[in-house]
């Protein structure tokens, strides 16, 4: 039951240009969507996230969009910086329960 | 000091054995979480918890069991180890008032030969 989807396991951007990470998912309950950024050998750590009423919220170089007609979100970072080299996972909530997508690779390239 | 902390960092142990994993959040959080991510980087929570209700996943088996000594701590009890057990688990937090912000630990890597 993958609710939640990343079709991309790996992406590759050049420092300074846009990273834009996709995100999928099936159920229209989902309330609440989350990013997380992982490294290596580290917990996931909360990124950005955005309740289903909005459809853009922004903070410094990451802003997350929703489109809850495609049931689709997206992260974008600009301008992408070698230290945003990382998994990141999108996450969505309906009350208690909880998915996460399988996460995307990110690397910025100096 | 790290806000959620959970030990041992790696566990190998044979199948059948029975192990727990520890799990410490000083963010004063009063919901706590047990997630299991597996070979196919599949992230899955198996638990949440709070003083009031615990919630488990219905694809958790029974052999899984979470026991918390106080508000502070949530350890995960595995009894007869099978080898698909072996994943990585992570330990969260969150406060009640926000509970879509979770707080993670840095992960045990479990392996069962």
């Known amino acids: 039951d993958q609710q939640v989807k990343q079709n991309s396991p790996s992406l590759s951007v050049q420092e300074g240009r846009i990273s834009i990470l996709n995100c999928d998912y099936t159920?229209?309950?989902?309330?609440?969507f989350l990013w997380y950024k992982k490294y290596p050998a580290e917990g996931p750590t909360f990124l950005i996230s955005i309740s289903s009423i909005k459809d853009k919220n922004e903070d410094g170089r990451f802003t997350v969009f929703l489109n809850k007609s495609a049931k689709h979100l997206s992260l974008h970072i600009v301008p992408s910086q070698p230290g945003d080299s990382a998994v990141y996972f999108c996450?969505?909530?309906?009350?208690?329960?909880?998915?996460f997508g399988t996460g995307t690779s990110l690397t910025v390239i100096p | 000091d790290t806000a959620v902390s959970q030990t041992p960092k790696y566990l190998v142990t044979q199948m059948g054995n029975d192990k727990s994993i520890k799990c410490e959040q000083n963010l004063g959080h009063d919901t706590m979480y047990w997630y299991k991510q597996d070979s196919k980087k599949f992230l899955k929570i198996m638990f949440s918890y709070n003083n009031k209700e615990l919630i488990i996943n219905e694809t958790v088996p029974n052999r899984f069991s979470p026991k918390s000594p106080d508000k502070a701590h949530l350890n995960l009890h595995i009894n007869s180890l099978e080898l698909g057990d072996s994943a990585v688990y992570f330990c969260?937090?969150?406060?009640?008032?926000?509970?879509?912000?979770?707080?993670f630990g840095a992960g045990t890597r479990l392996s069962v030969l």
């Open positions: 969260a937090s969150s406060q009640e008032s926000s509970l879509n912000i979770q707080y």
């Open positions: 159920n229209s309950m989902f309330d609440y």
């Open positions: 996450a969505a909530s309906a009350g208690n329960q909880f998915y």
